[in-house]
């Protein structure tokens, strides 16, 4: 069965672009990753799929129901996470913790204890005597403590400290491999190429390419070094161009006869073809198209 799946999906808000003609597939199980520069069509993305707001075109579906019509089903079935927390003001964190399990008709205090402990939150604070990062982890535990089979997580580890960040993967590991969803939006991408076994990048509300992450890596792109070179030279298929102390480091897209030929008249004293680290495989995406 499919955890999340679309067809067309497009929404616009009037003549503002939001996403076009998406289609997507995420296998229940998976730990998916979705990436993308800011104002690709993301959070648009998510929360059509949680059916807060309703689709010009296409259809989503969460475990093969309709995400509009079936949206209070869709979301007891969902851990979701915004990028921005929103909480209330005044209350302590228990207590906020609490009222979601409460509106879930739920009891998750033994759970909420032991994820607060993971975390490193102390429940017993008001939300406005929290940093950033610990009212993220706030969100997090009200996204994780009942335990759904759906996690959607928008840009999860923002604020959070190194140890946060690393046990808050740990633990989505383990809902992983207990069978839950995992569909993460981030940044950060070492943490899609460490963490995620598919990954979709989209930009300009366009769904530019989903594949396994081991694939990802396979485009044909390379990471080109000269040595010994005056100045950045001029070559049409290079991207991501980077120079300093007489070297320069780009991303090729071409074929190597057209590789070769671009260094041709170019003077410096050695080179080096490598195979790009994965971040820089999604840069590459990330250019696409671009003039």
């Known amino acids: ?43 648009t993305l ?5 059916g807060l707001i309703t689709p ?23 851990g ?18 609490t009222l979601s399990a409460k509106l879930r008709h739920l009891d ?7 994820l607060a402990a993971r975390l490193g939150l102390d429940t017993t604070r008001k939300i406005e005597e929290l940093s950033f990062g610990n009212r993220k982890k706030v969100g997090l535990i009200c996204a994780l403590q009942h335990k759904p089979r759906l996690y959607i997580l928008d840009e999860p580890t923002s604020g959070l400290d190194p140890l946060a960040q690393k046990e ?11 069978g839950a969803t995992v569909f993460l939006s981030s940044h950060i991408l070492p943490e899609i190429a460490r963490y995620c076994k598919h990954a ?25 070094t000269l040595r010994g070179i005056a100045a950045p030279p001029v070559i049409e298929q290079a991207r991501h161009m980077q120079f300093g102390e007489s070297a320069v480091q780009f991303l090729f897209s071409g074929t190597p006869a057209e590789l070769l030929t671009a260094l041709s008249d170019l003077q410096f004293t050695d080179f080096s073809v490598t195979d790009p680290e994965l971040d820089e495989i999604f840069l590459h995406y990330y250019a696409k198209e671009m003039p």
Do not use: W
Request: net charge positive; glycine share 10%; aromatic share 6%.
């Open 56 to 78: 010009t075109e296409g259809k989503a579906e969460i475990f093969g129901r309709d995400s509009v019509a079936c949206k209070l089903n869709n979301l007891g079935d969902i």
């Open 108 to 114: 998750c205090t033994k759970e909420a204890n032991e």
């Open 168 to 178: 808050l993967f740990a633990i989505l590991e383990e809902r992983n491999r207990a």
């Open 200 to 224: 979709a990048v989209i930009r300009e509300g366009r769904l530019l390419v989903c594949d396994s992450v081991s694939s990802l890596g396979h485009t044909g792109v390379k990471r080109v």
């Open 1 to 43: 069965m499919l955890a999340i799946k679309t067809e067309r999906l497009t929404k616009f808000y009037g003549q503002a672009r939001g996403i076009i003609e998406v289609d997507l597939q995420v296998p229940q199980g998976d730990f998916f990753g979705f990436i993308g520069p800011n104002g690709a069509g993301k959070s």
């Open 80 to 97: 979701y996470l915004p990028s921005e927390t929103a909480l209330y003001r005044g209350m302590r964190v228990r207590d906020i913790l």
């Open 46 to 50: 998510i929360r059509t799929l949680l």
